[in-house]
């Protein structure tokens, strides 16, 4: 089956949401591809598909978290969602209105509405502007006010982000690592976008500040309305923040669920072993923990991806179909959704028919089934 023809079945939605109200950003078969060169002439010989194919919603005050390994795609899918790379194939939608294709003023204009906190402040923050030069660049650009008004804007979020306005005067190396992530969110603040993402706002952070960025960005979002995207490669950290999750791997959706309900029942194996890596301490925690089951080699080469499932080669439930088959998202229960063949939901016949002769779905040897 071609990726084209999977849209209507890869197509994340939250059915609860989506019975009362539209999404604010809508994502429809998106690919970023890069191609690879080769040769003295460096023709394009190939391509590594970042991103390939996804397609999901994320409604008005939601946060939707992208969790994976490194080099699944998920930065680079919150990259090309908020417009910073373009894309490849798909259409993104905000608001209602298909900015895949904006350019110019009109993009320019979208930057208001749709902001990103990136993961390490010490690079996204110019060391050489004070906070206040810094937190205040977005209203110059968009020509926001007047100079007295702000002035007033920079000291109003800066104490909502829980910095002393004098701040304002320092650089951003006389800044702790939270202080100055505290001042991005300011940053990011300062034009009242309604949509930001975060790719991994916390991963540069110890463990305490983590806590207070994440308890931050929580308030922040009831108080102001905020609809979050946030990418993170900790599910741990996620499960305290995120309404719905979506576990990525080469490139594409494994399983999406609400956050409860991916924690408590997950169906695909890559999810299962995700958290099963995730560390625990305490005894009740271990107890409620599943079956340890690690997960074995490294992520494949993206531009020689492996046959069948992508997973297939690393999966502890791998049969011999998934060699062959490379399954499509599909429903298992309201709101769950996962890329497997062990999927009751997978049982149809577009799958059925793509089947090698003299393989069957009853034909599968699970170890430990």
């Known amino acids: 089956m071609s990726q084209e023809s999977q849209t209507g079945a890869d197509r994340v939605t939250n059915h609860a949401s989506e019975s009362t109200r539209s999404p604010l950003v809508s994502i429809q078969n998106l690919k970023k591809y890069y191609p690879v060169s080769s040769g003295l002439l460096r023709r394009s010989a190939s391509s590594v598909k970042a991103v390939d194919g996804v397609s999901f919603d994320i409604y008005p005050g939601e946060t939707f978290a992208i969790v994976g390994e490194s080099g699944c795609g998920k930065t680079t ?16 939608s905000f608001d209602g209105r298909d900015i895949t294709a904006l350019s110019g003023k009109s993009l320019r204009k979208l930057r208001r509405d749709i902001q990103v906190v990136y993961q390490d402040p010490s690079s996204s923050l110019n060391p050489r502007r004070r906070i206040g030069a810094i937190v205040k660049e977005p209203l110059v650009v968009h020509s926001i006010g007047t100079k007295a008004e702000r002035d007033d804007r920079v000291a109003e979020l ?30 990011a603040l300062a034009v009242e976008p309604k949509f930001v993402v975060l790719d991994e706002p916390t991963s540069a952070l110890d463990v305490s500040v983590q806590a207070k960025v994440i308890s931050l960005l929580d308030e922040l979002q009831d108080e102001l309305g905020l609809t979050y995207l946030i990418i ?18 080469l490139g594409n959706f494994m399983e999406v669920a609400d956050s409860d309900r991916l924690f408590e029942n997950p169906v695909n194996p890559y999810t299962e072993q995700l958290l099963s890596a995730i560390p625990v301490v305490e005894a009740a925690e271990r107890a409620m923990k599943p079956t ?47 890329r497997c063949l062990h999927s009751p939901g997978e049982k149809r016949a577009d799958v059925l028919d793509q089947l090698p002769e003299g393989v069957s779905l009853a034909d599968r040897s699970v170890d430990g089934e």
């Open 232 to 249: 993170s490669h900790d599910l741990s950290l996620v499960k305290n923040i995120a309404d719905r999750i979506g576990v990525m791997y």
């Open 158 to 187: 800066l104490r909502r982000v829980d910095l002393p306005v004098e701040f304002r005067n320092r650089y951003p190396n006389e800044l702790s690592g939270g202080q100055k992530q505290r001042v991005a969110i300011a940053r």
């Open 292 to 338: 340890q089951v690690d997960i074995e080699g490294e992520t494949p080469d993206p531009m020689n991806p492996p046959s069948g499932c992508p997973f297939n080669p690393r999966c502890h439930r791998s049969f011999e179909a998934c060699d062959a088959v490379e399954p499509v998202l599909v429903e298992v229960e309201d709101g769950h959704q996962t």
């Open 77 to 92: 899918l919150g990259k090309t969602v908020a417009r910073l790379y373009e894309s490849t194939g798909g259409t993104i």
